[in-house]
């Protein structure tokens, strides 16, 4: 028995030891091994990341050489493998590759040229093939619930019907909770990754906006705004006209460096106060400031949420936005306050001008800087962020970091408790607002519906530049007349720059700056149409005032579209 079993261990040894020998021949055997590699492209020759990729050889799918068993594209659109064939196999067999990624049309099988490398060391026999692979889009289920999802954003914006920083949230979670369970089952469902949407959240805008708003609320400490606006009425000794066309400048020069929204709600108070005491209705002052800030904003990169949403996704500098955008913005606010002198002129005329010095003294009193220390430091670390801002494209530094590192240096030299900054001046709803925005908008770029926007108007441009710029400008300005400029425009950000690409145009191009100009000036034609015009409307009204939609249309809208008629002739002109 015992030597049995020692006759049946030696011979299972024995078995053994002839297989592995046969298979280390085998796999040391010279064979035939095929680099395959290309990049996938879209129509407009822009990389297609994230494609399944799948090489076939005689109708056989085949796997790749290594441990990853899949082939994808990287973030350039390109892949490249390595297989290992039979000896003798290549070059007469078929090799194909055929292609799958979501929202797009399937890639069929396409036959490959091989073309012999010569032999490596071991002796086996190489051979290689490249090539670049056009996808086109698809329109699936996915395509129209992102579309779906995006217009219902607008809607319920427009309207009002929610707060819009839970519509953008809720509707980028729908986005995502649709992709993880319809799109688990069904790839046509399939609209976009959290990796891709984490991706999207441009934290340069995020981080800017924060930024300004911590220097914000340091300088609102020293009474720096109210004291501007009380020397606004000292230098106008009384003459309402004069005070009026003074506080819409005043206005759109602080809105040039801080956001419009913010330069609002600390002048919207004082100027109550000084028509109060002229006997003349504070929304004849307001709305003339607010379209003025809007004008103002525009001229500069961190001026208006929608010239950050375009300088960010574009790589704009600030000194871009300057030397494009100054020079007609100054134009447009002269003009606009010249108009608003004239369509106010009869409620001017009833303010009571009393004793003008005594009112001065009230005011001078009532409105004093209340920390110069703090003023100081404040104004000194603002222009060392604005140089930065100019400066940022020659150092190649985000316009976020210029921001962050003045006002961290502000509230670590003055000392402002920045637990208090954070809770109470930064304003996170405004922020988680973009936040779900961009994961909305990429939702509806990664499924085509921005390229389906961007092919209309290529196609109703019909290749000509001229008819594009007017287009994007005026389509810009009369949409976001009615909806929230911002949204307006971070859905057009991919569309302008399909265009751009399409004309061959370089980055620093005609068409941003109609989209800025659009966007940015057409919000002045409603209440509804740019964040500065809502709020002005709603301090006032819990003040006392109200306007109506209509009022504030036939108040705005004509003086908005002389602006953008300026513009365009401007652009027309200067491009």
């Known amino acids: ?301 961190i001026g208006d949420p929608p010239n950050i949403l375009i300088g960010s996704y574009a790589g704009l500098t600030f000194g871009q936005f300057v030397t494009n955008l100054t020079f007609i913005c100054f134009l447009c606010l002269v003009v606009s306050c010249i108009y608003f002198l004239w369509w106010h002129k009869d409620e001017y005329l009833k303010a009571e001008v009393k004793d003008v010095e005594k009112t001065i003294a009230h005011l001078r009193e009532e409105y004093q800087i209340t920390d110069r220390k703090l003023m100081i430091q404040g104004l000194i670390l603002l222009g060392f962020t604005i140089l930065l801002f100019t400066l940022h494209g020659l150092m190649h530094m985000q316009v976020s970091v210029a921001a962050l590192i003045g006002s961290l240096l502000l509230l670590a030299i003055s000392k402002v408790d920045i637990v208090e900054m954070l809770e109470k001046e930064v304003e996170w709803a405004s922020l988680m607002f973009f936040i779900g925005l961009f994961v909305v908008i990429a939702g509806a770029e990664s499924t085509g519906m921005i390229q389906q926007i961007a092919n209309v108007v290529l196609k109703a441009s019909q290749g000509n530049l001229t008819i594009a710029v007017i287009m994007i400008l005026w389509v810009s300005a009369i949409a976001s007349a009615f909806i929230d400029n911002i949204p307006f425009t971070a859905t057009m950000l991919p569309v302008v720059l399909f265009l751009s690409e399409s004309f061959g145009l370089p980055r620093d191009n005609v068409l941003w700056w109609s989209l800025s100009l659009g966007a940015c000036l057409g919000g002045n034609g409603t209440m509804i149409g740019a964040s500065a015009n809502v709020v002005t409307v709603g301090m006032a009204e819990k003040a006392g005032f109200k306007i109506s939609f209509l009022e504030y249309m036939k108040m705005c809208w004509w003086p908005m579209i002389i602006t953008v008629t300026m513009c365009m002739i401007y652009l027309l002109i200067a491009y």
């Open 1 to 301: 028995m015992h030597q049995i079993k020692r006759f049946s261990l030696f011979f299972l040894t024995t078995v053994l030891a002839v297989f592995f020998s046969l298979s280390s021949l085998a796999l040391s055997a010279p064979a035939d091994r095929l680099t395959v590699s290309g990049t996938f492209v879209n129509p407009q020759n822009k990389p297609v990341k994230e494609v399944e990729i799948e090489v076939l050889v005689n109708g056989q799918a085949v796997r790749p050489m290594g441990k990853d068993a899949e082939i994808g594209s990287g973030s350039k659109g390109a892949f490249s493998a390595q297989f290992q064939l039979p000896p003798e196999t290549l070059p007469s067999a078929k090799v194909e590759v055929k292609a799958f990624k979501p929202s797009w049309e399937p890639f069929p099988p396409t036959a490959l040229k091989i073309v012999g490398a010569g032999t490596d060391e071991a002796g086996n026999r190489l051979f290689e093939t490249a090539r670049t692979f056009t996808l086109t889009r698809a329109v699936t289920p996915a395509f129209w619930i992102a579309t779906l999802i995006l217009l219902g954003v607008y809607l319920i914006i427009s309207f009002e019907w929610m707060h819009r920083t839970l519509a953008a949230l809720l509707a980028a979670a729908l986005i995502l909770f649709i992709t993880y369970t319809l799109g688990s089952f069904d790839k046509s469902f399939y609209i976009l990754s959290f990796e891709d949407a984490m991706g999207a959240i441009d934290l340069n805008v995020i981080f800017l906006l924060m930024g300004m708003m911590i220097f914000v609320g340091v300088m609102k400490k020293t009474g720096l705004f109210q004291f501007l606006a009380y020397k606004s009425y000292a230098w106008a000794k009384g003459n309402i006209f004069v005070l009026a066309f003074v506080l819409q400048f005043l206005t759109a020069v602080i809105s040039a460096f801080l956001d419009n929204v913010t330069t609002m709600l600390l002048v919207i108070p004082v100027t109550i106060e000084i028509a109060l005491t002229l006997k003349v209705h504070p929304l004849t002052l307001l709305i003339p400031e607010a379209f003025a800030s809007n004008i103002g904003g525009t001229a500069t990169l």
